[in-house]
């Protein structure tokens, strides 16, 4: 079992920067993948960014992509999803997942465990 632990959220302006954090446990951290997700007030969840067991595979929404960068700290058990140039409709709770696959890629069903999620509020 994993638990998933966000950190980070909170309000910005537009155009500024945020760096979550997804802290997690209950398994060596290297055997997991892991994805960052996010769901806005009315709409489904959605896949943001993706990150490979050992970091070397990264994926992006193409709403994301150039302005939000994943990256791992095998060492300290932990995710991060820095964002960048942050937008008013970059606003949503966002979740970390992990996968015990070695990539989990966009697909929610692919990500095992689920954390409790952070919320990111980005003022106009």
């Known amino acids: 079992q994993v638990q998933l632990v966000e950190s980070g959220g909170g309000l910005v302006q537009a155009g500024g920067s945020l760096r979550l954090s997804c802290a997690a446990s209950?398994?060596?951290?290297?055997?997991?993948?892991m994805g960052w997700f996010q769901q806005a007030p009315g709409k489904e969840r959605e896949f943001v960014a993706a990150?490979?067991?050992?970091?070397?595979?990264?994926y992006y929404a193409d709403s994301v992509k150039g302005r939000f960068t994943i990256s791992r700290d095998n060492a300290k058990n932990t995710g991060y999803l820095q964002m960048n140039s942050l937008k008013p409709e970059d606003t949503a709770v966002y979740y970390c997942?992990?996968?015990?696959?070695?990539?989990?890629?966009?697909?929610?069903?692919?990500?095992?465990?689920w954390g409790r999620g952070t919320q990111v509020t980005v003022s106009s």
């Open positions: 997942a992990a996968s015990d696959r070695y990539y989990g890629g966009s697909l929610a069903n692919n990500y095992d465990y």
């Open positions: 990150i490979s067991r050992s970091g070397v595979n990264t």
């Open positions: 209950g398994r060596t951290f290297r055997s997991i993948a």
